[in-house]
Nanobody, 125 residues
Framework: VQLQASGGGLVQTGGSLRLSCAAS????????MGWFRQAPGKEREFVAAISWSDSSTYVAESVKGRFTIFRDNAKNTVYLQMNRLKPEDTAVYSCAADSSKYPALSISKEAYHVWGQGTQVTVSS
């Protein structure tokens, strides 16, 4: 499976962006999917995840109430809707797939086997 992330850009504080991650070459409907981000000089951190089985979700406390993850299995795509963006949300955002058998919902980057290339999100103050 390959992942292609898109939708990043420059936005002002309080603005919105929707990131997309399109999967190809695998059975997307059986993958749990995650979004992570990495700011300059910082570790990669978990943002949000969605399960393969019932589309249950989990989002990091730092983005709860502002970010939403959802998926469209017919389009092999997972999305990250980001609202009320803050300068501290500035980072490279990457999507990832857990392609193990019956994957659980995980916030650990070690659980994800396949990574997209990342898309830059910059929030100006």
């Amino acid at each position: 499976v390959q992942l292609q992330a898109s939708g990043g850009g420059l936005v002002q504080t309080g603005g919105s962006l929707r990131l997309s991650c399109a999967a190809s070459g695998g059975t997307f409907g059986y993958y749990s999917m995650g979004w992570f981000r990495q700011a300059p000089g910082k570790e990669r951190e978990f943002v949000a995840a969605i399960s393969w089985s019932d589309s249950s979700t989990y989002v990091a406390e730092s983005v709860k109430g502002r970010f939403t993850i959802f998926r469209d299995n017919a389009k092999n795509t997972v999305y990250l809707q980001m609202n009320r963006l803050k300068p501290e949300d500035t980072a490279v955002y990457s999507c990832a797939a857990d392609s193990s058998k019956y994957p659980a919902l995980s916030i650990s980057k070690e659980a994800y086997h396949v990574w997209g290339q990342g898309t830059q999100v910059t929030v100006s103050s």
